[in-house]
């Protein structure tokens, strides 16, 4: 892939690169010391250029920060390697990036240089890469960056995205029409609903809906779908001893072709009862949120 590589970022603007096998892919994840309410998935590569200074970790077995088994950064900048490297000024210059996987261990990422050349690095993950197939996520951060001055360059330009490993399936999402907002200032009464809808042309299949939850307790999330009885919805995991959790947390839940319609689907979220085997503290407010919500289906 190419991928603008200018200097004015510094370090509260990079981009980065996660891959993580699709039953494990959280809406927004990123390194524990963000800000943010989600760390990266049990199993994981991630490919980081902050500060244009390349970085490779990789972990598995448990959340960030814990499960890591490699991290390791290069000692220098591209803009020590390379100072006169037009890109690091020319916002209109991309840079090729090509990234190898070889023998279930070896990663190695390669730069292309303003000669047309490739200057490699190259790790070896310890015990092997920890899945064999997933989903390559293209993000960027921005955290604060006009305190470092940085008041224009926000984005990157990528382009040219190319993959030459083996054909594997595809999926398809349909998004919802708006956010569930079932929160207040306060507790939101048990029992309070919202329904919004996703449109589809014709039922796929291996349906699955995702998206993320805002300040979820375990079995306070219902929905019914098309009418049908209330299920519990709940998110890969919880922060606050298996109960509950501050913040936006991901959740995937797979569903049967049968639940679904060509046409308009309705989904009913409800604020339902906390599980009795639960103990929240006296702050805890009943209700949730739910955003980023769409069906997926195989091709």
């Not at 310890?126 to 993000?139: D, R």
């Not at 209330?230 to 797979?254: H, M, Q």
Request: negative net charge; aromatic residues 14%.
């Amino acid at each position: 892939f190419e991928v603008g590589i200018t200097s004015g970022h510094l370090s509260r603007s990079w981009w980065e690169l996660m891959l993580t096998p699709r039953d494990q892919l959280k809406v927004g994840a990123a390194i524990d010391w963000l800000p943010i309410s989600e760390t990266y998935p049990n199993d994981r590569i991630v490919f980081e250029f902050e500060r244009n200074t390349r970085k490779i970790r990789a972990g598995t077995g448990a959340v960030s920060p814990g499960g890591w088994t490699l991290q390791e950064s290069q000692w220098w900048s591209w803009p020590e390697f390379y100072p006169s490297d037009p890109a690091l000024s020319d916002r209109r210059i991309r840079r090729k990036m090509r990234i190898t996987f070889d023998d279930n261990q070896h990663i190695t990422w390669g730069i292309e240089t303003e000669d047309g050349s490739f200057d490699e690095w190259s790790v070896s993950v310890p015990g092997g890469f920890p899945f064999s197939q997933g989903l390559v996520v293209f993000k960027t951060h921005a955290y604060t960056p006009q305190k470092e001055g940085n008041y224009d360059a926000y984005t990157f330009h990528w382009d040219n995205i190319f993959f030459d490993g083996p054909v594997v399936g595809k999926y398809v999402a349909f998004d919802a029409n708006e956010v569930v907002y079932l929160e207040s200032n306060g507790n939101r009464p048990i029992g309070d609903a919202k329904t919004i809808t996703i449109e589809l042309q014709s039922v796929g299949r291996q349906p699955v809906l995702f998206g993320q939850i805002h300040s979820p307790t375990k079995g306070q999330v219902l929905l019914s779908i098309n009418g049908a009885p209330n299920v519990i919805v709940e998110p890969y995991d919880y922060e606050n001893s298996a109960c509950t959790s501050e913040g936006w947390k991901s959740f995937r839940l797979p569903l049967s072709e049968q639940e679904l319609n060509g046409g308009t689907n309705y989904f009913e979220w409800t604020v339902g009862t906390i599980d009795p085997s639960c103990v929240v503290h006296p702050w805890h407010w009943d209700g949730f949120s739910v955003k980023s919500l769409q069906l997926q289906f195989d091709q």
